[in-house]
DNA sequence: TCCGGTCGTTTAATCGTGTAAATAGATAAG
DNA sequence: CTTATCTATTTACACGATTAAACGACCGGA
């Protein structure tokens, strides 16, 4: 019975007494066969266990059914969370999908695209750096995370109602004196979240110092010397990797969260709940994220002329122990 | 010039004046052709912007250059350390790599298995639960992460050693009565761990109080409630992530590391050694680890013949803050 | 009875590579 | 000069699926 292969479209059709033609007909559900035909193909298939070879039809049909996800690492917190919700909901519409890192560096960024190409990806989710160079044509649609991106389909969080979320609390709790920890601002998420920090905060916060950093738990200096100088009663963060290094400077100064000044995140990452860090900060649905891009690629790969569009999505306030309202006002 | 299309090797044959079966030796390094021949082709396929279809090669060879890799879950802090090395190292042999979760049920991980069957995986590395069910014959070749596996190559830490360096450590550090946060003992590493550590402490410590938890950084009340006794001055964690929920057990209930009571973690994930957690533990080389079992599966795969190895990678110990010293021994 | 239209199925070509077998050309040996 | 031995290259088919086009059976209307 085995032959050692597994079997193929035709060793099915023989089996049901049918042309290869009709079994390719049942099992892309193209319906033009009679229903006891349909079943009967069906049986066979599945007692053969036939399994349809993907190479195969990738030739015929130049389709994969693979997507990327490209990210800038895995080893952060809130990169996975997306890459799970890409993965899972492009299971659910048959595509398989290579999760690949761009380790950050915008010139690595081409080079990870072409390797996808390379390995005949349909099309891919990724986030990019604003001055990747798209090339042209491009070797397959891309969807753009985190950030609208021009010629792109996109999804990204409301940044910008987020900066400002962060400014409007950091009132209601009292508080005028504040220092940023702002990203550069070449990443668009970055300077949106800045943005709409300063724009809210106009005229009823003063804004004490402020300090570019990566989005990473290292602080440089500046930012440890800022810190350390006591002038602020709240520091608002780019992101909540950054209020942890944050966290820590204070700890090795011998201060702490919300008792000595308050810390403010962004993103909500999984680790921001863990008791020890405990981290009030603006939520944006990483997993959401991550399904609405993969749903948008998928229905672009569907219709290549469609305009392009943009989703925002929404964010929410998460009050947790790293903020507290000051007491009394500064002299 | 361009049709449209991407050119095939047939383009390059006719461009260059040869026909089809030479390019594909040369471009498949099977030196068969001469000098002269060899450089006008490789020249007419990187003018002509040629690309190998992927699918093709695959459709005619039987493998896809593309490999899996299973894991628990992504949204830990461990598993993505390892996912990039066995990623790097793929792509330096000229594999892609399919990075998909589990969920950490071992039911799944089958369905997970024929998953990347079905998109034609040649081979993967797996992070399996013990009473996996290899099916029969194996769909590709797996290379076991972590555990030995009957009839499967293996890539794992020292268990073992790592639990008996934990114990040794304690006990030069004068700890005497021990609390203990053990792993299930169904998974194999924590199995070890734990025989190793009571191996080296029988007769020298006393192990107060031991409760079984799950690798998340949630602990069941029965854990809280020994902590909560301060009958111990260490306690000796099965992984990182289970010592720093018994970090924030322990500043919850107004305690703190190492003054009240020393946590000893292992495995080192990134974030063990952030100033707010700044752990104690054993290291295991996680991204060894991922290449190590990539380069094993790409053995295997030119190989199917070889009798399966084991690889055992040693563990070392990592001092941080969340240790300390005994003051006096208790009464 | 004959023609045209439907409908279900089969035939056959095709996707881009890899590779065994055939071929041609050159060289060496007898 | 013929024949055998290589070697570099080409010819030709197969991999497993998709799909346009051909086909034949059936039905209804004139």
Chains 1, 2 share one sequence.
Not at 65 to 75: A, E, F, K, Q, R
Not at 282 to 291: D, H, V
Not at 298 to 312: A, N
Request: hydrophobic share 45%; net charge neutral.
């Amino acid at each position: 019975m085995s032959r050692g292969r597994s079997p193929t479209i035709k060793d099915v059709a023989k089996v049901a007494g049918v042309s290869s033609a009709t079994v390719s007909y049942v099992l892309n559900d193209l319906n033009k066969v009679t229903p006891e035909v349909d079943a009967l193909v069906r049986r066979v298939a599945k007692e053969l266990g036939y399994s349809r070879n993907n190479a195969a039809r990738a030739l015929k049909t130049g389709r994969n059914n693979i997507i990327g996800c490209i990210l800038p690492t895995l080893t952060s917190p809130v990169f996975p969370e997306i890459a799970q919700a890409v993965q899972l909901r492009a299971e659910a519409h048959g595509y398989a999908t290579l999760v690949i890192d761009s380790g950050n560096a915008p010139m690595r960024e081409e080079k990870v695209v072409r390797t996808l190409a390379k390995h005949g990806v349909d099309g891919a989710v990724a986030l990019l750096h604003p001055n990747f160079k798209l090339a042209d044509p491009p070797l397959f649609p891309i969807v753009s995370l985190d950030a609208r991106f021009p010629g792109l389909d996109s999804v990204h969080a409301d940044h910008y109602a987020g900066g400002r979320l962060m400014a409007e609390h950091a009132i209601a709790l009292g508080h005028r004196r504040i220092g940023m920890l702002s990203g550069f601002q070449d990443l668009t998420s970055s300077f949106e979240r800045r943005q709409g920090f300063v724009d809210a905060a106009a005229g009823r916060v003063e804004l004490v110092w402020e300090v570019n950093v990566h989005l990473v738990p290292q602080l440089p200096p500046a930012a440890v010397e800022a810190i350390r100088r006591r002038e602020v009663t709240m520091i608002a963060c780019v992101n909540d990797l950054v209020a942890i290094a944050a966290l820590s400077v204070l700890k090795d100064s011998g201060m702490s969260a919300p008792s000595d000044v308050s810390v403010f995140g962004f993103d909500d990452m999984q680790w921001a709940s863990w008791p020890l860090i405990d981290l009030t900060t603006i939520r944006q649905p990483l997993a959401e994220l991550g399904s609405q891009a993969t749903d948008l690629l998928i229905s672009r790969l569907d219709d290549r002329q469609r305009p392009t569009v943009d989703v925002v999505l929404p964010v929410t306030l998460v009050e947790r122990g790293s903020t507290a309202r000051v007491g009394l006002p500064l002299p």
